[in-house]
Antibody
Framework: QVQLVQSGAEVKKPGASVKVSCKAS????????VHWVRQAPGQGLEWMGW????????TYAQKFQGRVTLTRDTSITTAYMEVTRLRSDDTAVYYC?????????????WGQGTLVTVSS | SYVLTQPPSVSVAPGQTARITCGGN??????VHWYQQKPGQAPVLVVH???VRPSGIPERFSGSNSGNTATLTISRVEAGDEADYHC???????????FGGGTKLTVL
């Protein structure tokens, strides 16, 4: 069955960086774009960016340009999201989600989420 | 960027019909998707392409989209339907998904 398994919770200090992984299984990794979406406590879903695992092409939300980097390693079917210069308002649950490349843009499958806490 | 507007909350009694709206400028020409999110869990796709249910989603969940409003309808609401519901479209201008603010469905 399709699974997206994310790395575990992180606690970081302001100004630090965090890298979250998303291991995909149960489908052809290069057929699905991987999106990253975050959810601050009590808030809605906020899209951050997506990566095309086939060619590594990326698109970022303007808000995160220059501070978020998406990468992938096709040999181990894993996508990564790195956020630099963390602030307290980056405290959130971060999700990866897969979207079939030929679909109308919906995310079929989601990871379990990774809580990132930014605190001094 | 394209903006989607959802009511913060909707309440309904068990067995009744819940309707959750998602407003956007001429949203009827876009394709709308809906996710259900229970506390502490990841979102789950319940309707895509306006009104298509993924495998395993009950027939009680349906969707429609016209004009400036898309609607997720949940018939014969059960206690287990209590969750946050998020609508989403693809913004072709900026080539990325856009989410509504989410609606908390309370089953009375």
């Amino acid at each position: 069955q399709v699974q997206l398994v994310q790395s575990g919770a992180e606690v970081k200090k302001p100004g630090a960086s965090v890298k979250v992984s998303c291991k995909a299984s149960g489908y052809t990794f290069t057929d699905y774009n991987v999106h990253w979406v975050r959810q601050a406590p009590g808030q809605g879903l906020e899209w951050m960016g997506w990566i095309n695992p086939n060619n590594g092409g990326t698109t970022y939300a303007q808000k995160f340009q220059g501070r978020v980097t998406l990468t992938r390693d096709t040999s181990i079917t894993t996508a990564y999201m790195e956020v630099t210069r963390l602030r307290s308002d980056d405290t959130a649950v971060y999700y990866c989600a897969s979207q079939y490349y030929d679909s109308s843009g919906y995310c079929d499958y989601w990871g379990q989420g990774t809580l990132v806490t930014v605190s001094s | 960027s394209y903006v989607l507007t959802q009511p913060p909350s909707v309440s309904v009694a068990p067995g009744q019909t819940a309707r959750i709206t998602c407003g956007g400028n001429n949203i009827g020409i876009k394709t709308v998707h809906w996710y259900q999110q229970k506390p502490g869990q990841a979102p789950v796709l319940v309707v895509h392409d306006d009104g298509v249910r993924p495998s395993g989603i009950p027939e009680r969940f349906s969707g429609s989209n016209s004009g400036n409003t898309a609607t997720l309808t949940i018939s014969r609401v059960e206690a287990g339907d209590e969750a946050d519901y998020h609508c989403q479209v693809w913004d072709s201008g900026s080539d990325h998904p856009v989410f509504g603010g989410g609606t908390k469905l309370t089953v009375l």
